[in-house]
């Protein structure tokens, strides 16, 4: 029996058929018996990496959205050409692969899989005999140990990615692995080498015309200055990258400087500008799916409650955002994370612990619509208020 899936509420995708399992295995059966598993194996294998790279600078475009869709649609493929190149020790399909789903992967909550998979492709006997594939690859384990707070292991592999592209001729390998250890090396405090790294990386994406990586960069260059305290500065750097990538039309970075933004305004009392910054972001977290994202932006406006002297408001979202980070075993990118480990030292100062369980409680159970709607009442209070 065929089974099919219609794709009526989302036009961007096809509609999708599926066998029973029991077909399924039936068919896996023949295709055995006729010595033939292997040729439709490599079949798929080059099927799904020639999507997953025609996928991956897409990602970073204005039609991110879609894409987006797409590989949500096709995980499971990914994931078989994966384990079926590690079973068979093909290892040039599996690295073309974990090394296009790196945003895919961050911007999902898969960060574990991402980097499980990514360091079991890593460690197949014929991966070296790949190395522009395999640098990449570095890359995205380099960048997911660093989403995953694995900043030692990040740089490792990071450095290990560099030595390989610096004596090739990949240069866009080379742009983003000199920017991601960029932001390594800021989570380290070597903010001098961070900003060096990070610059190199932008001028040789320039040089290019790859205008994506030098906006990724960036996004992320305000952390420099706003960790060693300049705000000032952290605004100028964060206020031009929201306009370039806003201009360009993408979500997924987009949203990270707009919340810094907020945060920033937070910090002037402007509490009308902070709320809408931090609605901006998660509303383009949202549109692409980035379910890290939306809980830290959710993360923004716990900090804004408490600040209007709402420790309900503000425990009610630290409690939806910790459902959501406890579904995915995940924590949020660095400055999110500080931030929300604040509100929680923050909390009892303002409520006795059995009205925080209680809030805390409430908000764990919140649908995404209901946290949303969460911070609409915010923004109500607030008016009220005012």
Known sequence: MLNVESTHQDTDLATRYRYLDTIRSFGRLKLDEAKESRWMHDRHAIYYVRMVEAAAPELLLQNQVRWYKLLQAEHDNFRAVIEWSAESDQAESALRVVGALLWFWWSHGSSHEGRDLTLKTLALPSADQFK?????????????????????????????????????????????????????????????????????????????????????????????????????????????????????????????????????????????????????????????????????????????????EKPVFAARLTGAVENRLDSLSIKLLPLDQAELERIFRQLPTHLDEAAITTAFKEGWEMTDDQAVALTEALLGEMKTSG
């Open 132 to 308: 522009e594939y395999r640098a990449r690859a570095l890359n995205t384990a380099g960048f997911l140990h660093w989403v995953l707070g694995e900043v030692d292991l990040a740089r490792q592999k990071i450095e290990e990615a560099l030595s390989i592209l610096k004596q090739s001729d990949d240069e866009a390998g080379l742009a983003w692995s000199l920017q991601l250890l960029g932001l390594v090396l800021t989570s380290k405090g070597e903010y001098d080498l961070a900003d060096k790294a990070m610059k190199e990386g932008v001028a040789i994406s320039s040089t290019l015309g790859d205008y994506p990586s030098s906006v990724f960069s960036l996004a992320f260059q305000g952390d420099i200055p706003l960790r060693q305290g300049n705000r000032s500065k952290a605004r100028m750097v964060y206020e031009e990258s929201a306009d370039l990538l806003r201009a360009f039309g993408n979500k997924i970075f987009h949203a990270y400087p707009l919340r810094r933004l907020g945060y920033l305004d937070l910090d002037q009392n402007d509490m009308a500008k902070a709320w809408s910054r931090f609605r901006q972001s998660l509303d383009l977290n949202r549109s692409v799916g980035d379910k890290r994202a939306v809980a830290a932006c959710l993360t923004s406006m716990a900090a804004l409650a408490l600040r209007l």
